[in-house]
Structure formats: structure tokens, C-alpha cells
């Protein structure tokens, strides 16, 4: 364990390096956060002031925006094709014959990266947003625990759904096609794009099954008191089992692929 705990700490240490990406970055997220929250408040501008869109309030809904432009590039909802280029280029199988679990030399430095990003862009993002808007803060002390417990467990989920998707390398050549869908099914599945809430009945049925909203709602809805704690952290802690399972089936199949190409 202390191998993955150096790599997550040199991971950690290699964000502060790009300070001049961040501050770009950080710009971004609060240009995009203004907008949309705008957009929003728009939607709430005739309303009696405790109107409330799919259960969302405005106060709500401009919370939930700030949260997930803050929690952006600590969980990475998309973009992130490290594995792939090595599948490209030949290096993986370096990866593979070093003395360690090949799913956690890579967890373990993304949760690295994660832990970074909340301090660099995360926090800074959210305080940026509670200056220019008034953000609805958890009710609690548990509600806070809750949040901040359920952040890793997001980044864990991404993780593995970024994993597999990269493992599909092995089996495909070009990887934009699936990045593609990766940045559609993301940020619809999700709820980055809207409220899960705020989806046709059938959606919302179909978006609970699935583990993308434990990327983002999850912890929003830990935030605004919207779901119980047990319920929230439950389904992250049931979609990360399945998920890191899932990812090691498909690494099973994706060593076997490259037994085959070495002949």
C-alpha cells in the first residue's frame, strides 16, 4: 500500500506544477458558472420567491450549478484518455510488467489528481460563487461530513467508468468515436447537463439505475438535503464495488488481448 499511497502523493504534488492551466481553468469554470446560473435565475424571475422547478428552488438550482462546476475537474466528467495513449503508443505494456496491481497504479494516481483539483479548482470555484451568488450551504454538520465523503466516492465512480471506456482501446484503434459518447452519455447520465430532476419521468427512472448520477447529483443532493445520508453514500459505496468489479473483469479480458497481438 505504500507504493499506491507515494504514487497518489506524486500525482497530487504534479498539479501544482500547471498553476497557469488552473488559473485558466478556474476563469472558465466562474465565466460558465455566471452564465448558466443567469440562465437559470431567468427561469425563476416571475416566481413567488420559494417557487421550486423539478424540487429545486432558484436559490437551489444556482447552488447545484456552482457545485458542479466546482467539482468539474476534480471527478473529470470527460476527456481524460491517459490509458488509451498508451494502448497507442506501446507503453502499457510497460505498465503492466511493473511489479503492481495495473487498476490501482492508475487509481491511486487519479485520486491523487482528485485531491488536488478540490484544493486548486474546487474550493476556489465555490468561493467564487458564494461572493457573486447566494449558494444554499448543507443544513449541518453531517450534511458537510456527507458531502465531502461522497466527493472521493464520485471520483472513484468516474474513475471506473474511465477506465473501461480507455480499456476499449485494446479492442479499438481510434478512440474519438467513444470519446464522444462518453461526453454525451456523461454529462446527460450524470445530471451536469440538467437536473436528473428536471428529466421526463421515464429519463429519471432509467438515469436512477444507472451510476453516472453518483458522479454528481448524488453529492449535490447530499449538499441540499435532498436524499438521506444513508441513501446517497449507500448507492455510491454500491456503485463503486460494482464499478472497480466491473473494471477488473475487462481488465482481465484486455491482458488477454494483448497475450494475443504479441503473438
Not at 484544493?119 to 458531502?147: C, K, M, N, Y
Not at 465512480?157 to 470519446?179: A, E, P
Not at 450524470?190 to 421526463?200: A, D, I, T
Not at 432509467?206 to 453529492?219: A, E, H
Request: net charge positive; glycine share 8%; charged share 10%.
Amino acid at each position: 500500500m505504500r507504493m499506491y499511497y507515494e504514487l497518489a502523493k506524486r500525482s497530487f504534488q504534479q498539479q501544482f506544477a500547471y498553476r497557469a492551466a488552473t488559473l485558466a481553468g478556474l476563469f472558465t469554470n466562474s465565466v460558465f458558472g455566471v452564465l448558466l446560473s443567469s440562465v437559470y435565475l431567468a427561469l425563476f424571475w416571475d416566481q413567488p420567491a420559494n417557487a421550486s422547478v423539478g424540487g429545486f428552488t432558484a436559490a437551489q438550482t444556482v447552488t447545484y450549478t456552482w457545485i458542479g462546476q466546482a467539482l468539474i475537474m476534480p471527478v473529470i466528467f470527460w476527456g481524460w484518455f491517459l490509458i488509451t495513449n498508451t494502448i497507442r503508443d506501446g507503453t502499457v505494456v510497460m505498465d503492466m510488467l511493473k511489479p503492481m496491481d495495473f487498476f490501482l497504479y492508475w487509481y491511486s494516481r487519479d485520486l491523487g489528481r482528485g485531491a488536488a483539483q478540490i484544493i486548486t479548482r474546487a474550493i476556489p470555484t465555490l468561493t467564487i460563487g458564494s461572493i457573486l451568488f447566494d449558494l444554499v450551504w448543507p443544513e449541518s454538520w453531517q450534511r458537510w461530513a456527507a458531502f465531502l465523503i461522497s466527493v472521493p466516492f464520485a471520483i472513484t465512480v468516474s474513475f471506473c467508468l474511465r477506465f473501461m471506456f480507455n480499456l476499449w482501446g485494446f479492442w479499438m484503434l481510434d478512440h474519438r468515436g467513444i470519446s464522444s459518447l462518453i461526453i454525451v452519455m456523461t454529462g446527460v447520465f450524470s445530471g451536469h447537463l440538467l437536473p436528473v430532476s428536471w428529466y421526463p419521468p421515464w429519463a429519471q427512472n432509467l438515469i436512477n439505475v444507472l451510476p453516472f448520477r453518483s458522479m454528481l447529483m448524488t453529492p449535490v443532493e447530499l449538499w441540499l438535503g435532498q436524499v438521506s445520508i444513508a441513501q446517497g453514500l449507500g448507492m455510491q459505496v454500491f456503485w463503486s464495488l460494482v464499478m472497480i468489479g466491473c473494471c477488473y473483469v475487462l481488465l482481465h479480458y484486455a491482458e488477454r488481448k494483448v497475450v494475443v497481438q504479441g503473438g
